[in-house]
């Protein structure tokens, strides 16, 4: 018995070093949700996740590569081993834990915000609210008695409200509000704040316990050292 | 101007080339796998014979768009199946576990650590498999068309002559044929155009994905914020294409006069006596 | 959950009646069955809507080609140029794109005009919207299906018409028209085929699925994301599309019949798919 645990731990350790050095990790995000995530003018994924992603990466000597997926299927296609690893803005929650297993949040929990036009009161957050699909916030909706309407991609979700397709949209405060500092004062916030976020993590499939350890590990080290506050405070102010 | 030339941009602009590409892929594959499917309906086997009437009908049906989301996702399934069977036979889970497709690390085409553009080509392999498979069963029915319009004398000449089925068919029939099937080809071709778009569907970044992504609203964490000018971009697109079909109609128009020539058909006639 | 209570649940879910949630989790065969069957009313509607308006602008538009009037001739043959010649999947993009557009232009005109562009907001609607280009864009297809029958419209027609005394309106109606559907017909059947079939792209261009109210494709694609399984969606929806576009062509060879039962058997225009029905048309109009 004591023989096999040796054995095993031997196994683990080398599988685990020899692989930790040459695996290749694919990130998949979904490249429409600045400041977390988009795409720059050079065509790269860039943003608070590209950054503290290569630098999980660098710790932990994966080799990474970045690639970009409609957020509706994100999570299938993550079971399906097309990437191996999600880091699009995305809460942790029990719901998507059934599907695939997070690491620890690298982000606490961002509030959601109501997104309308000036001169709406509060009154919209009841009627006709967008929210991009799969989200908490178009959970937290269901729950309530606005009229949900789901779009794909956030920036969809914005065109709605600027038109007058809906009355409002929920969303992310911090994507909210490089929206509505763009907008020339056509775009305010309504309401408080809803907290229905418990936090960002990167999400893995259940059976990759490697990685969720590398990085979890990783993570740990970077909120320790401050490094993590520090990406923090340049992405989200 | 500078807005015009980033890297995104150029990336944009690389994008006709994939449509381009995928065009000048598709369109002889899709010559060949027509010429085969009209070769199977006119076959003495009987299997065979099926096999070409569904394969020419089924397109008829269903709609393109369905085979196009369809075909790829069967296929990248179908060689992961295969490649698991062979490279990890020792695994005895089932492949599709629930919702799940889970085939062993080593079957998982291409590999997960190929890098990105091993990744993109693949996915517009599988694309351009689709539009082949899609395009070539248009091709065999207008093919199949073209045959069953030469003259039957022609034919039976062939015959009295004491050729054999097989020359009749390839020094009589497929001859004579194209100028019968110019036509429906060039139209087909002028469709194939208007298809490329569905690349996007696809997953490709092709133009629609480049001008979606360029024309969204930027915000100033990008180096030049505007407001969403998708419509913008998409009026290129539209530009583009409306070019793209305009230039091949007058290709297929002079092709058409060329093809003409020595047939005996009312345009061979009229060829002829322009002339004397 | 049995099968009928899946019919009653979800069978007009594309309409918005029942649950807020689509199936997830375990999805049976049923609920594929049902849901994409449900989507079928969208490609339905707009399939029939757009090819009953289209046909009497294509008419229209026929006619303004063939006129000997440029300022006819030119704007329905350019019409007829651009949405021919463009992809109906960018037509949809640059639609919605615009319609979105609409009301801030409707804003800044004047307020008096408000009730004018808070309907403008039905236009971003797939149901209107998308339909609106379906309907141009079939127009157009099929104004160059009149057009060219109409250009074949035998001379020996219209001179016993003159003989007879007719002229303008009454001419067309009783002479030119019914000759020209009769020509026209079985490339026409093609062209609503594909139209049918070109309705799937609706929700995949720009139009947003409310409250993920979509079509038979919106769904098949829908389960084949969840399960990772397309070997069943998509044949379902296939099977659907198989069914309707039988029943289309039946519609479509009865009026056939009609337009030719004045003609010997041997005169008529064969709906089957005959040699000369294939060389002239087998130009799947698809877009």
Request: glycine content about 8%.
């Amino acid at each position: 018995m004591k023989k096999l645990i040796i054995g095993l731990a031997l196994a683990v350790c080398a599988s685990g070093t020899a692989m930790a050095q040459e695996r290749t990790v694919r990130i998949g995000t979904e490249g429409a949700y600045p400041p977390y995530n988009f795409i720059n003018d050079n065509g790269q994924v860039d943003g608070f996740e590209r950054e503290l992603g290569d630098r999980l990466c660098e710790m932990t000597g994966f080799n990474c590569t970045w690639v970009t997926n409609d957020w509706d299927t994100i999570i299938p296609n993550l079971v399906a081993g097309n990437y191996d690893a999600i880091m699009a803005g995305m809460s942790i929650t029990d719901a998507r834990k059934e599907m695939i297993s997070f690491t620890q949040r690298y982000k606490p929990g961002d509030p959601s915000s109501f997104l309308a036009l000036e001169g709406a009161d509060e009154s919209v957050m009841t009627g006709v609210v967008a929210a991009q699909s799969n989200t908490i916030q178009s959970s937290y909706l269901a729950d309530t008695p606005a009229t949900l309407v789901e779009f794909p991609t956030p920036e969809d979700m914005v065109a709605a409200v600027r038109n007058g397709e809906v009355d409002a949209a929920l969303a992310n405060s911090a994507y909210l509000s490089d929206v509505i500092n763009e907008s020339g004062g056509r775009l305010v916030f309504v309401g408080e704040p809803l907290d229905i976020a418990d936090g960002v993590g990167m999400g893995l499939r259940q059976s990759d316990n490697e990685l969720r350890e590398a990085f979890d590990a990783a993570i740990k080290e970077l909120e320790d050292n401050g490094e993590l506050q520090v990406m923090l405070d340049k992405w989200f102010n | 101007m500078c807005y015009l030339t980033t890297v995104k941009h150029s990336m944009f602009y690389w994008s006709f080339g994939i449509v381009l590409a995928l065009l000048a892929l598709t369109a002889p594959a899709a010559l060949l796998l027509g010429f085969l499917g009209a070769m199977a309906k006119r076959s003495q086997v009987a299997v065979v014979r099926w096999i070409g009437s569904i394969y020419t009908s089924m397109v008829r049906g269903i709609p393109d768009i369905i085979f196009f989301m369809f075909v790829p996702i069967a296929l990248g399934q179908g060689i992961e199946y295969v490649r698991h069977k062979i490279k990890c036979p020792d695994v005895t889970e089932p492949i599709r576990q629930g919702n799940d497709f889970v085939v062993c690390a080593a079957a998982k085409f291409p590999l997960g650590s190929a890098d990105q553009w091993v990744h993109q080509t693949y996915g517009f392999a599988l694309a351009t498999v689709a539009f082949a498979f899609v395009f070539g069963a248009f091709v065999a029915n207008t093919i199949d068309g073209a045959m069953r319009a030469v003259p039957a004398n022609q034919l039976e000449t062939g015959h009295a002559y004491g050729m054999t089925r097989r020359q009749v068919f390839w020094r009589i029939l497929v001859p004579q044929m194209w100028s019968y099937a110019l036509p429906g080809l060039s139209n087909l071709w002028q469709i194939l155009i208007k298809a490329t778009p569905l690349l996007f569907l696809l997953g490709v970044q092709d133009v629609v994905y480049w001008a979606r992504e360029l024309g969204g609203s930027k915000t100033s964490r990008y180096e030049y914020p505007h407001g969403d000018w998708r419509l913008w971009y998409f009026m290129v697109l539209l530009v583009f294409y409306l070019l793209m079909t305009w230039g091949s109609e007058k290709v297929f128009r002079r092709l058409s006069t060329r093809f003409a020539r020595g047939q005996a058909t009312q345009a061979g006639q009229q060829h002829l006596e322009a002339k004397a | 959950m049995s099968c009928l209570q899946t019919l009653s649940e979800y069978g007009l879910r594309s309409l918005g009646h029942g649950p807020r949630l689509l199936p997830r989790g375990d999805i049976t065969l049923c609920d594929q069955i049902v849901l994409i069957g449900s989507g079928m009313i969208w490609n339905i509607y707009f399939a029939v809507l757009a090819l009953t308006l289209g046909f009497f602008l294509a008419t229209a538009l026929a006619l303004a080609k063939n006129s000997k009037n440029r300022l006819l001739r030119a704007p329905a043959t350019g019409f007829i140029f651009v949405f021919r010649g463009s992809p109906l999947f960018i037509q949809f993009f640059l639609a919605y794109e615009a319609f979105v557009l609409l009301p801030r232009a409707g804003i800044e005109i004047d307020l008096l005009f408000v009730q004018i562009t808070a309907e403008t907001r039905w236009l971003t609607r797939a149901a209107a919207g998308a339909l609106i280009v379906l309907f141009l864009n079939t127009s157009a297809y099929s104004a160059e299906i009149f057009y060219g029958a109409l250009r074949s419209v035998p001379r020996g027609d219209l001179e016993a018409a003159d003989a007879y005394g007719m002229s303008g309106f009454s001419r067309f109606r009783k002479i030119v028209w019914p000759t020209m559907m009769r020509l026209a017909w079985p490339s026409y059947t093609n062209e609503a085929i594909f139209l049918f079939h070109a309705t799937t792209l609706v929700f995949f261009s720009g139009f947003p699925a409310w409250q993920q109210k979509g079509d038979a494709l919106y769904y098949a694609r829908y389960f084949a994301d969840q399960t990772f399984n397309p070997f069943i969606p998509y044949p379902i929806a296939g099977a659907y599309f198989i069914l309707f576009t039988l029943i289309l062509i039946m519609i479509f060879g009865k009026i056939n019949n009609h337009l030719n039962r004045h003609l010997a058997r041997e005169q008529r225009i064969k709906m089957k798919l005959s040699t000369r029905f294939y060389r002239r048309n087998a130009v799947p109009s698809l877009r």
